[in-house]
């Protein structure tokens, strides 16, 4: 199994939809989660990180289920600039090296 | 944010010749980087962990002879491609730990290497 396992997509909505990912992780000792997002042939950039009571920045919301072992992004009234390559990153349970999923691609539509 | 620079941003070079690649940190001091390897419409592939003044740990399967790294100082680290070959083409990318900042990871611009 995969340290970290996303979906690839493509995700493909309309402007003004809510889109949601999930992003599953293997080990149960991680402690530190993110939301990073990576436009074509750029380098990925923080977009949030993910706390244990869940949290929201604008309309973003991210959450973690510990006992599922997974965290999510939600996405509400999306942007045509929305449309990327949204990756899930789990720290290596008991240190800080990030580990990446392949990422989940989102096409924002007219 | 912080700001990691990573140089050059695109580069083409002979089979059988030795690349370099540069990551700062322009305002912080990063005890450790990571240096990533991402081919396309895959995962980013994390290469090694460089810690400052000691030598990088390598992941599994990548050869630590091929692929020199170097964390000199807190603020720069450069990875060697040494004598690159076509399968070497890929999107190099590094990031850095902040110490103090917890987590979080901020990265550098990624490099192009093409390897002719």
Known sequence: ?110 | GAVVSQHPSRVICKSGTSVKIECRSLDFQATTMFWYRQFPKQSLMLMATSNEGSKATYEQGVEKDKFLINHASLTLSTLTVTSAHPEDSSFYICSARTGDSGNTIYFGEGSWLTVV
């Open chain 1, 1 to 110: 199994r995969k340290e970290v396992e996303q979906d690839p997509g493509p995700f493909n909505v309309p402007e003004g939809a809510t889109v949601a990912f999930n992003c599953t992780y293997s080990n149960s000792a991680s402690q530190s989660f993110f939301w990073y997002r990576q436009d074509c042939r750029k380098e990925p950039k923080l977009l949030m990180s993910v706390y244990s009571s869940g949290n929201e920045d604008g309309r973003f919301t991210a959450q973690l289920n510990r006992a599922s072992q997974y965290i999510s992004l939600l996405i509400r009234d999306s942007k045509l600039s929305d449309s990327a390559t949204y990756l899930c990153v789990v720290n290596r349970g008991g240190s800080y090296i990030p580990t990446f999923g392949r990422g989940t691609s989102l096409i924002v539509h007219p």
